[in-house]
T-cell receptor
Framework: DTGVSQDPRHKITKRGQNVTFRCDPISEHNRLYWYRQTLGQGPEFLTYFQNEAQLEKSRLLSDRFSAERPKGSFSTLEIQRTEQGDSAMYLC????????????FGPGTRLTVL | QKEVEQNSGPLSVPEGAIASLNCTYSDRGSQSFFWYRQYSGKSPELIMFIYSNGDKEDGRFTAQLNKASQYVSLLIRDSQPSDSATYLCAVNYDNAGKSTFGDGTTLTVKP
């Protein structure tokens, strides 16, 4: 399978705990994106990387959220001190620059904060 | 007002009919336009992208773009029950970086 993969697929945690999600993009893609989606809404942009550089971060993203892409391949998204409002589907997408930035999504990680 | 607007639906069409899904966007600098299909509980799946004014056809799907009217649509011909899903419109401002999504239109194709 050469698509975008995400791990874990589901995460249940208690309020106040830290969680980390991983995304492996399509191998030749140099751009990687994180989105968050809640029920009935479209995906909401969180941040994106080109290679290892984090080029944009949503102003809606609180300081509890951090993302890394240390070697320009896989990426991690960490949420510290989770809140119930963080419950959502966290989507990762990747693209190849100079191809119109067509983004392909992974299966997502569904986070439930109790 | 959201940057990307879609009629939430639900839109119901009979099997074999043409389904027409519409999207408007507010930023005149938008350059790339995408349609995704999303089944319940699944992630978005790319259907089509369009960059230039006019029509683009791919099988049963046709995307139409009118930048002057800031309008993009998706036509699904010969609709099948398997087309029942939420269709998301996404817009990129500068061919680089984030996509801005509408909240989707739910389509139901009745056998």
């Amino acid at each position: 399978d050469t698509g975008v993969s995400q791990d874990p697929r589901h995460k249940i945690t208690k309020r106040g705990q830290n969680v980390t999600f991983r995304c492996d993009p399509i191998s030749e893609h140099n751009r990687l994106y994180w989105y968050r989606q809640t029920l009935g809404q479209g995906p909401e942009f969180l941040t994106y990387f080109q290679n290892e550089a984090q080029l944009e971060k949503s102003r809606l993203l609180s300081d509890r959220f951090s993302a890394e892409r240390p070697k320009g391949s896989f990426s991690t998204l960490e949420i510290q001190r989770t809140e119930q409002g963080d419950s959502a589907m966290y989507l990762c997408a990747s693209s190849l620059a100079f191809q119109g930035d067509t983004q392909y999504f992974g299966p997502g990680t569904r986070l439930t904060v109790l | 007002q959201k940057e990307v607007e879609q009629n939430s639906g639900p839109l119901s069409v009979p099997e074999g009919a043409i389904a027409s899904l519409n999207c408007t966007y507010s930023d005149r600098g938008s350059q790339s336009f995408f349609w995704y299909r999303q089944y319940s509980g699944k992630s978005p799946e790319l259907i089509m992208f369009i960059y230039s004014n006019g029509d683009k056809e791919d099988g049963r799907f046709t995307a139409q773009l009118n930048k002057a009217s800031q309008y993009v649509s998706l036509l699904i011909r010969d609709s099948q029950p398997s087309d029942s899903a939420t269709y998301l419109c996404a817009v990129n401002y500068d061919n680089a970086g984030k996509s801005t999504f509408g909240d989707g239109t739910t389509l139901t194709v009745k056998p």
